[in-house]
């Protein structure tokens, strides 16, 4: 018997119902299929919560929905190893495997072994604030599969964020914000800031600043291995997201501190995927 995860998008239907299908699926073949407590409430499918089995126990996570719920999966299921399928049931879908119709066969043949994990780098992030009533700065740390992004809070303004690569300083960027993406994360935001495509077979860190007012306005593609620091300068704060979800507020000397992390996202594939190729499909593009 084998343990699956189910995430689903809290607000798609057809995501609510592949959940269902998939629980029914895999008990009729002697599988444990559960989903988080919160997440099950949130869908309506209060019978497949189940707050006793850690993620670590699955051999799969499934993943109902789009890009956002692929991100969310991944947050959940990469510190314990566990592989990821993904269920496209948003409108991209590019880091998904199968359409909705493909469900089961998918399931089958990651059952039968009849499939690839395929590792994406993910990114480790330190946010280090100012010290709290004790004297101790305030420390979190979380992991991302796209990116983070520090980005002005006021509007109409711009936020001074000074860059420091392995301990040297590098530059002082005024600017809307500063993208610290991963390869899989260089066709999120980081595309729409004018920074490179690169394959997610790659590993490294990517730099990019968002409407720099400065007249370097180029991306940095530097090693895994290399810490980037962000220190937040002046008066004005800078709002943090992470994968697209809004983290908090950093203050003048806060700073963020980024690096490959130590455990990579796993992703289910059934086939050969070209890179390329895929780029190709999701943003329409079509030869001359």
Not at 115 to 130: A, K, P, Y
Not at 154 to 180: K, M, N
Request: aromatic share 4%.
């Amino acid at each position: 018997m084998s343990g699956v995860v189910i995430t689903a998008h809290h607000e798609r239907f057809e995501a609510t119902a592949l959940a269902d299908v998939a629980a029914r699926w895999l008990a009729d073949r002697g599988h444990h299929a559960w989903m988080l407590p919160a997440d099950a409430k949130a869908v309506g499918l209060p019978d497949l919560a189940d707050d006793t089995a850690p993620i670590a126990d699955a051999d799969l996570l499934v993943s109902l929905g789009g890009d956002g719920t692929m991100l969310r999966s991944v947050d959940l299921a990469a510190a314990a190893g566990v592989p990821v399928l993904g269920v496209n049931v948003g409108l991209l879908g590019y880091l998904t495997e199968v359409e909705p119709a493909q469900m089961t066969s998918a399931l089958e043949r990651f059952f039968a072994g009849d499939h690839t994990i395929e590792e994406r780098m993910m990114l480790s992030l330190t946010v280090t604030r100012r010290t709290d009533e004790s004297g101790e700065p305030m420390v979190e740390r979380v992991t991302a599969l796209n990116e983070a992004v520090l980005e002005r809070e006021d509007p109409g303004h711009t936020v001074r964020l000074a860059v420091s690569i392995d301990g040297e300083p590098f530059i002082t960027y005024a600017a809307d914000g500063l993208i610290v993406a991963t390869p899989t994360g260089s066709t999120a935001y980081s595309l729409s800031a004018r920074g490179p495509i690169i394959s997610p077979r790659h590993r490294a860190l990517l730099l990019t600043p968002v409407s720099p007012h400065m007249l370097f306005d180029r991306s940095l593609v530097l090693s895994p291995e290399e810490v980037i620091a962000i220190e937040v300068l002046g008066h004005r704060r800078a709002a943090l997201s992470i994968d697209g979800r809004s983290a908090l507020a950093l203050a003048e000397g806060d700073t963020l501190s980024c690096v490959a992390a130590e455990h990579p996202a796993r992703l289910v594939r059934l086939g050969e995927r070209h890179f390329h190729q895929i780029l190709k499909a999701k943003f329409g593009l079509t030869d001359r």
